[in-house]
């Protein structure tokens, strides 16, 4: 829990760390966190910050949707990605926004950029576990590609995923948002 204070932030992330159960934080939100962040990162504790499509706020963004298609909403989710990054942030998760945006806001800022759903422009990539093993149910967003598909296990498909990638192949166009 952090939305009340930067000091429940730091009481919830301190006892996080304090009991091994983190080596960093994810805080959702941009300019709103900035305090938050910065009140961490100065007590020495990493933060990932998370952008786009904040899970934990999904009801008050409309449901599951892209964020950032319109002008002002891509130089609105801009300004956070670079408001928490001079707050300290250690990286940025971009979720659910169009590839275009992903690119624009990794090459703006100095922090890595982690994409879900943000194109092959961030600085890596992450995908759920379950999306990526095809276990998801059969609504699944445009970003999820089923590794298990052809492949002999688990082991394989995180391997497919991995090396898809390291290769540039993942996210491909049919994965990213315009």
Same mark, same amino acid.
């Given at each position: 829990?952090?939305?009340?204070?930067?000091?429940? *932030? +730091?009481?919830?992330?301190?006892?996080?760390?304090?009991?091994?159960? *983190?080596?960093?934080?994810? +805080?959702?939100?941009?300019? @709103?966190?900035a305090?938050? @962040?910065?009140?961490? =990162?100065?007590r020495?504790?990493? !933060?990932?910050?998370?952008?786009?499509?904040?899970?934990?706020? !999904?009801?008050?963004?409309?449901?599951?949707?892209?964020?950032?298609?319109?002008?002002?909403?891509?130089?609105?989710?801009?300004?956070?990605?670079?408001?928490?990054?001079? *707050?300290?942030?250690? !990286?940025?998760?971009?979720?659910?926004? /169009?590839?275009?945006?992903?690119?624009?806001?990794?090459?703006?800022?100095? =922090?890595?950029?982690?994409?879900i759903?943000?194109?092959?422009?961030c &600085?890596?990539?992450?995908?759920? +576990?379950? &999306?990526?093993?095809?276990?998801?149910?059969?609504?699944?967003?445009?970003? =999820?590609?089923?590794?298990?598909?052809g492949?002999?296990?688990?082991?394989?498909?995180?391997?497919?995923? =991995?090396?898809?990638?390291?290769?540039?192949?993942?996210p491909? /166009?049919?994965?990213?948002?315009?």
């Open positions: 829990t952090y939305q009340r204070s930067p000091q429940q *932030a +730091l009481d919830s992330a301190g006892r996080l760390m304090k009991e091994g159960a *983190a080596h960093m934080v994810k +805080l959702e939100g941009g300019e @709103v966190m305090e938050t @962040v910065r009140c961490l =990162v100065e020495g504790i990493p !933060v990932c910050g998370h952008l786009g499509l904040t899970p934990q706020s !999904v009801h008050s963004l409309g449901g599951y949707r892209v964020q950032g298609k319109t002008d002002d909403a891509a130089e609105r989710i801009l300004n956070e990605a670079r408001c928490i990054a001079q *707050a300290g942030a250690a !990286v940025i998760v971009l979720e659910a926004m /169009p590839a275009e945006l992903g690119t624009r806001i990794s090459q703006a800022i100095d =922090v890595p950029t982690i994409g759903g943000a194109g092959p422009g &600085d890596g990539q992450v995908l759920v +576990l379950h &999306d990526m093993l095809g276990l998801s149910g059969e609504v699944q967003p445009r970003f =999820v590609k089923n590794f298990m598909q492949a002999q296990d688990i082991g394989d498909a995180i391997a497919r995923y =991995v090396s898809d990638v390291r290769g540039g192949r993942y491909a /166009p049919e994965h990213c948002y315009e």
